[in-house]
């Protein structure tokens, strides 16, 4: 195997330990945004892939999917971990911007968005996007960290020497313009995330 994609998982491996010692188990934390979401059906989209957290634990659960960033250097780390564990064959990678997705209506059954939504400065354009791109017997599921969540994060930022920066809308303000527009919504929490399930409105 390709020393790159060695060192790579090695460094996955090493920030999965890093984020545990201080109370955050990302791969509970994403198993338990997938119980949440079940059932997993039809075409599939994940907008965020980021170093691909996420994109492992969906492929794991055996799904079929887009995984959309629009950060090349980003998604290249996830390629990577991809390839490590033999999962290339499920994960169509796409470099796109979420507020202008390359995609027709209505074309998503299920579509993730987690570990996001901090970092927008538009929530709401996104947010319009993921609503068109979903089937009417679709659903959206958006996680995110909750204040003790962030708070978490930016303690490991400042241990290594960066900044985490992050938008002025939290998810509860996505979640509220999502049930303006129609949508029913199921939410829960553990200690760090919140999870926010939407289904589109009957027609």
């Known amino acids: 195997m390709d020393k790159s ?20 188990d990302i791969e509970e934390e994403r198993k338990f945004i997938i119980e949440k979401a079940q ?10 892939t980021g170093k691909g957290y996420f ?27 991809i390839k490590y564990c033999g999962f290339e064959s499920q994960v169509n990678f796409k470099i796109a911007d979420a507020q202008k997705l390359p995609f ?3 074309e998503f059954d299920i579509v993730f968005c987690v570990n996001t939504f901090h970092h927008f400065e538009n929530p709401l354009k996104i947010t319009d996007e993921l609503m068109r791109v979903i089937s009417f017997e679709g659903k959206i599921i958006l996680s995110d960290f909750n204040k003790e969540g962030l708070m978490l994060v930016d303690k490991i930022h400042h241990r290594e020497g960066r900044s985490h ?39």
């Open 5 to 24: 994609i060695i060192n790579n998982h090695q460094k996955y491996l090493e920030r999965m330990s890093l984020y545990k010692k201080f109370g955050y």
């Open 39 to 48: 059932s997993i059906y039809g075409d599939v989209m994940e907008v965020g």
């Open 55 to 81: 994109t492992l634990a969906l492929a794991r659960e055996g799904c079929n999917f887009t995984s959309i960033d629009i950060s090349q250097e980003e998604q290249a780390f996830a390629k990577l971990n």
């Open 104 to 106: 027709k209506d209505n």
């Open 165 to 203: 920066n992050t938008g002025l809308f939290d998810l509860d303000y996505t979640a509220r313009y999502l049930l303006d527009s129609g949508f029913r919504l199921e939410k829960s929490r553990t200690d760090f995330q919140e999870v926010v399930v939407a289904y589109h409105p009957i027609i």
